[in-house]
């Protein structure tokens, strides 16, 4: 989705200014609450929110106060679970920040230190599982940068919206390492890389388990074969290529004329029965 002007246009004119207020931050080693401010602040001024009427600090779950909430005409948007500037990012706070949004069915959640911006969106499942859609360093970002744009673009009030979040989140997947992996790994394709081996080495013998072990074991990382990610986007790859098979058979069906009951004897398209 195409980042809408009016956010490009206040992202453009405000980036560089919050980029020294977060270094001198970080300089300073500012506190928790101190970065919250600072996040605020960049809601508004970076993605276009109320701070008074459209990001509150009292949003509670379970008698837990999340950082930020970001609600616009009633509906949460999504949740923020800030830490200090100068705390890494880990896993322990996705963690936290994935049960608030849980708990209460929020799908979109905001991990930040003021720097770096972890966007998850939350799978409702048993267990309950998360993706990683951004991953920015706001200290790096120019305001021309894809990544950026894309990310605040996205979250910012003129741009986010469900249907465009998910749209996202689709074309997220879809490109990861992990969904490239999960394809690679394929029936379909491992045929093909068969294929094409035999072909430019005629007489080769080579079978398609051996290729998806070479795959599995020497070229591609663990990383991208065995972590919980990995098996997401394989249930993922798969999950769609079923689909897309069953709307490619629909479709055939659909477009087929019906046979008619008594072929002329004359018909050159008539084959004898066998």
Known sequence: ????????????ANLKRYQ???????????SESDTVVIVADILADLL????????????????????????????IRFLIEAKAIGVDLKDGHVKQAIDYGANQGVEW?????????????????????????????????????????????NLSREGFTASSMAAVFQQQQATSKFSLAALLQTEAVVGA???E????FPGLKVDEAQLLYALQNDVLKREV???????????????ALRSAERTKAKGI???????????SPGDANTFPAT
Request: glycine share 4%; with cysteine; proline share 5%.
């Open 197 to 200: 081996l035999r072909r430019a």
């Open 225 to 239: 074969v065995d972590s919980e990610e990995a098996k997401l986007a394989t249930a993922t790859i798969r999950k």
């Open 109 to 153: 959640i905001v991990l930040t230190n003021g720097v770096s911006w972890r966007v998850y969106r939350v799978h409702f499942r048993q267990p309950i599982e998360k993706s990683l859609v951004f991953d920015l360093d706001l200290l790096q970002a120019t305001a021309r940068n894809m990544q950026l744009l894309e990310c605040f673009g």
């Open 20 to 30: 020294t207020i977060l270094a001198a931050a970080k300089t300073r080693d500012v």
């Open 253 to 263: 069906v659909d477009r087929e004329p019906p046979a008619p009951e008594t072929p």
């Open 1 to 12: 989705m195409a980042t809408p002007k009016k956010a490009l246009d206040r992202i453009g």
């Open 193 to 195: 890389i068969r294929r």
């Open 48 to 75: 276009g929110y109320d701070k008074y009427a459209e990001v509150t600090t009292e949003f509670a779950i379970r008698g837990t106060y999340v950082d930020l909430a970001v609600k616009v005409d009633g509906q």
